[in-house]
Nanobody, 124 residues
Framework: QVQLVESGGGLVQAGGSLRLSCAAS????????MGWFRQAPGKEREFVAA????????VYAESVKGRFTISRDSAKNTGYLQMNSLKPEDTAVYYC?????????????????WGQGTQVTVSS
């Protein structure tokens, strides 16, 4: 089992920045691939970014490419999502997810472990 706890969400003006954190406990964090997903009101949960267990591979959704950066610190058992140049359409609940794997995974169904989510609201 892996337990995930997100933090760092909040209210920010358009153009601003936030950094989300995902603290992991349970299984060895260094063996876990991680992903970030988001769900806006009335919409399905969608992929945002993913990173391999080693941190050597990353993938981004087109909508956030160039603005968001996913990273991890295995010494702290924590993953991060740095979000810059935020837009109102980035408003959503953001979830981190994990699975035991060495490669990157980009679909919801591939992740068995999920955090509870953190709200990000971007005002115009």
């Amino acid at each position: 089992q892996v337990q995930l706890v997100e933090s760092g969400g909040g209210l920010v003006q358009a153009g601003g920045s936030l950094r989300l954190s995902c603290a992991a406990s349970g299984r060895t964090f260094s063996s876990q691939a991680m992903g970030w997903f988001r769900q806006a009101p009335g919409k399905e949960r969608e992929f945002v970014a993913a990173i391999s267990a080693s941190g050597g591979s990353t993938v981004y959704a087109e909508s956030v490419k160039g603005r968001f950066t996913i990273s991890r610190d295995s010494a702290k058992n924590t993953g991060y999502l740095q979000m810059n140049s935020l837009k109102p359409e980035d408003t959503a609940v953001y979830y981190c997810a994990a699975r035991t794997s060495i490669v990157v995974h980009t679909t919801l169904q591939e992740y068995p472990y999920w955090g509870q989510g953190t709200q990000v609201t971007v005002s115009s």
